[in-house]
């Protein structure tokens, strides 16, 4: 099974924000999915942030 991973500047696209922003955010300790730090490239596991996006929108459709 093949693990994908995100990088900054793919997740920024997806919630559509800047990819400043999305840096700023991921090396924030308030992040709320998982990201690893391999030298300086930042990388994010896509299940660990689809469940966090999965949630996420499922709490801004109860909100509404």
Known sequence: QEIKF???AE????LGISRSRAYEW??????PF???RIG???IIPANN??????S????ITEEN
């Open 34 to 36: 998982l990201v690893l």
């Open 6 to 8: 995100y990088s900054v």
């Open 26 to 31: 991921v090396i924030s300790p308030q992040c």
């Open 56 to 59: 996420f929108a499922d709490c």
């Open 11 to 14: 997740v920024s696209k997806i």
């Open 40 to 42: 300086r490239r930042i």
């Open 49 to 54: 942030f689809a469940k966090w996006y999965e």
